[in-house]
């Protein structure tokens, strides 16, 4: 159980582009979702809190206009990186967490690596 | 200060070898304790729950001191495949989670 997607895998595109990532919660329902960052050798940084139908809460920082977040329902979640820059170029990875509960904790999906060219 | 305080390392240890990380977290009203592993390159996956009593996973046990609130991995007869980073993560109110820089562990044959 406990099982998190995220899609696509890997992207890779040109300066100026948008790219939306999704995450999904395949076998809970997943009032929360966050979505993080990792370059290389680098801590898990934390970009955004979502959710499901409030907006998103972005930690300090996160440009809320350039990483747009939608969570429109308890298995969905979207990130879209607009006008990607080189910079952006990262390990964008997102996670979920259901219900309530003393032992709740958060689940990853696999990943998507960004390479803004 | 940090939310949550681990020693980078990295922890160089020969297969077979006992070895034991801690973490310090800051809010004594902190509600849950986790370790998870991160291999290179991948996500982040759940190891165990830490439970206020200490529990255990076969070779893995956790434990929670709250009292000087800090958490504990111990890793018995280590293999090559323990080798990652392990990151203590710490549930305080309002759903929000901390996550510690994460300890390296390198497993040597």
């Known amino acids: 159980g406990a099982v998190v997607s995220q899609h696509p895998s890997r992207v890779i595109c040109k300066s100026g582009t948008s790219v939306k990532i999704e995450c999904r919660s395949l076998?809970?329902?997943?009032?929360?979702m966050f979505w993080y960052r990792q370059f290389p050798k680098k801590s898990l940084m934390l970009m955004a809190t979502?959710?499901?139908?409030?907006?998103?809460?972005?930690e300090q920082g996160v440009e809320k206009d350039k990483f747009l977040i939608n969570h429109a329902s308890l298995t969905l979640s979207t990130l879209t990186v607009t006008s990607a820059h080189p910079e952006d170029s990262s390990f964008y990875i997102c996670?979920?967490?259901?219900?309530?509960?003393?032992?709740?904790?958060?689940?990853f999906g696999p990943g998507t690596r960004l390479t803004v060219l | 200060r940090k939310e949550v305080e681990q020693d980078p390392g990295p922890f160089n240890v020969p297969e077979g070898a006992t070895v034991a990380f801690n973490c310090t977290y800051s809010?004594?009203?902190?509600?849950?304790f986790f370790w998870y592993r991160q291999d290179c390159r991948k996500e982040p996956k759940l190891l165990m729950s830490?439970?206020?009593s200490g529990n255990e996973d076969g070779r893995f046990t956790a434990q929670l001191n709250r009292a000087s609130q800090y958490i504990s991995l111990l890793i018995r007869d280590s293999k090559l495949s323990d080798s990652a980073t392990y990151l203590c993560?710490?549930?305080?109110?309002?759903?929000?989670?901390?996550f510690g820089s994460g300890t390296k562990l390198n497993v040597k044959p």
């Open positions: 993560v710490v549930r305080g109110n309002f759903n929000k989670f901390y």
């Open positions: 076998d809970f329902q997943a009032t929360t």
């Open positions: 830490v439970y206020s």
């Open positions: 979502s959710n499901e139908g409030s907006k998103a809460t972005y």
């Open positions: 996670s979920a967490s259901g219900a309530s509960g003393y032992t709740d904790t958060q689940y």
């Open positions: 809010n004594s009203a902190s509600q849950s």
